[in-house]
C-alpha cells in the first residue's frame, strides 16, 4: 500500500503529527485560512471580515460593494473553501498595519494559494504596505508594492488562468524573489534601500485605480517574518499540495 502524503510529511517518522505551517515556530506570523474566522452576510455571502489563526488579526470590509464573494465549496479550488475577488476592487485590510504584517523587503515571505481569472494592471500609483494578490501576462508578479521600482517584476513561470498556484515572494537582505509552486526564482531583482511600512495592509487591491486589483479566488494566505529554508519552501509546497491539489 503506497504511503499517504500527509504521513511522508510527518516529523519524526510515520505516525508522528504531519506537517503544518504551525510547524515553523514563530517564522509564521498570518495565516488567513478559508476555513477559519470568516465573518460574512447570511444572504450574499459576502465577507465583511476574516480572521487569522496565528494573532487573531482581523482583514476587515465594511463596503459591500468592494467584498469578496465567500464560496463553500469551489470546484475550481479543489472543492474547499475559497474567497472569489469578483468585482474590481474588492479587497480585505488592516489599518493601521500591525507590525508583524509590515511586510518588509528586507525580511518578510508570504505564500498564497491562488487562481486568477483575469490579468490585470494600471499605472496608477502605490501604496506603501499593500499586498496585491495578482497575475500579470500570464506570469506570477510581484504581489507586495513598496516602490515603483518593484512595480514592472515578473516571475520566471507562465500560469494559466485555470491553474491553481502556490505563488509568493521572498525577500532577504538584497533582493526580492517570485515564488511559484515551491520553486523559487533565484535570480531576483535588487530591492533597493529597504522600507518599513506603515499604512494600510490589505489583500486584494494596492490601493489605486479600480483596475490595480486581484481578479480570481484566494485560498491560503500565509506570512512569514523571513525568508523560508529551501527544506522549509519544499515543505510548505507538499502542504498546500495535498490541501488544494496543486
Not at 122 to 141: A, D, E, H, Y
Not at 179 to 190: H, Q, R
Not at 203 to 222: C, E, K, M, N
Amino acid at each position: 500500500m503506497p504511503m499517504r502524503l500527509g504521513a511522508s510529511l510527518a516529523i519524526g517518522g510515520y505516525d508522528k503529527i504531519p506537517f503544518q505551517p504551525q510547524s515553523l515556530g514563530s517564522a509564521l506570523v498570518a495565516w488567513w485560512d478559508p476555513d477559519y474566522g470568516i465573518t460574512k452576510n447570511s444572504v450574499s455571502n459576502r465577507v465583511s471580515a476574516w480572521q487569522d489563526r496565528v494573532t487573531n488579526t482581523t482583514l476587515i470590509q465594511n463596503t459591500g460593494a468592494r467584498q469578496p464573494l465567500y464560496v463553500a465549496a469551489a470546484t475550481e479550488m479543489n472543492s474547499r473553501p475559497s474567497l472569489r475577488y469578483d468585482v474590481q476592487p474588492s479587497f480585505l485590510f488592516v489599518n493601521p498595519s500591525p507590525a508583524a504584517l509590515r511586510v518588509q523587503q528586507q525580511q518578510n515571505t508570504y505564500l498564497a494559494v491562488v487562481r486568477g481569472e483575469k490579468d490585470v494592471l494600471s499605472t496608477g500609483g502605490i501604496v506603501t504596505g499593500n499586498m496585491l494578490l495578482m497575475l500579470f501576462n500570464n506570469k506570477v508578479r510581484a504581489h507586495v508594492w513598496f516602490a515603483s521600482s518593484l512595480s514592472t517584476q515578473d516571475g520566471l513561470s507562465t500560469v494559466t488562468n485555470t491553474t491553481r498556484a502556490m505563488i509568493g515572494q521572498m525577500t532577504d537582505a538584497t533582493k526580492v524573489y517570485p515564488i511559484l509552486n515551491g520553486t523559487k526564482d533565484n535570480v531576483g531583482v535588487a530591492i533597493g534601500t529597504p522600507t518599513t511600512p506603515t499604512s494600510v495592509f490589505s489583500i486584494g487591491w494596492r490601493g489605486s485605480g479600480s483596475g490595480d486589483a486581484f481578479l480570481g479566488r484566494v485560498g491560503d494566505v500565509l506570512v512569514f517574518n523571513r525568508a523560508l529554508t529551501d527544506a522549509e519552501l519544499t515543505k510548505m509546497y507538499l502542504w498546500a499540495k495535498e490541501r488544494w491539489a496543486l
